[in-house]
């Protein structure tokens, strides 16, 4: 894994939109900017391979304007934005990008995964509580 890290750069994303997550999900994140780590990146790209260059390409729309913001029931130490965007030709999908809670010692949230998800999930997701709606 050490080898592929290497080929995989730490990136940055830009500014949490702190005030609608806040809203819907009740907490209460300092602003700050996100950046995805040499490890998560490898992570995203070797674990998440077919979703890879639909993340990669839009991860930035899905931090500025996401459409739903979550956190599971069981709780843990981050949540998620999640964004419907257009993989490919006449498939719908949304990409999830989950970020930690708590800020890193640079003062910046973390990407911890991101991948793509059926509708399916959104709407369990849902209708659980577990996902918001922003807008």
């Known amino acids: 894994m050490i080898a592929d890290v290497a080929n995989f750069p730490a990136f940055h994303i830009g500014p949490l939109p702190v005030e609608i997550i806040n809203r819907a ?3 209460e994140l300092d602003s700050a900017d996100v950046w995805v780590s040499k490890a998560c990146h490898a ?3 070797l674990d998440h391979p077919e979703d890879y260059p639909v993340i990669k390409a839009n991860i930035i729309d ?3 304007s996401p459409t739903y913001a979550g956190q599971d029931a069981r ?5 998620y934005l999640v964004k419907r965007i257009e993989p490919g030709v006449g498939t719908r999908e949304f990409a999830l990008v989950a970020i930690a ?3 890193n010692r640079h003062g910046s949230y ?11 999930h959104i709407d369990s997701r849902r209708l ?3 996902l918001k709606t922003l807008y």
């Open 101 to 103: 809670l708590e800020q």
């Open 43 to 45: 992570h995203i790209a």
């Open 110 to 120: 973390n990407v911890k995964s991101a991948y793509l998800i059926k509708q399916s």
């Open 25 to 27: 999900l009740g907490t």
């Open 75 to 79: 709780g843990g130490n981050g949540f």
């Open 128 to 130: 659980n509580g577990a």
């Open 62 to 64: 899905i931090l500025r």
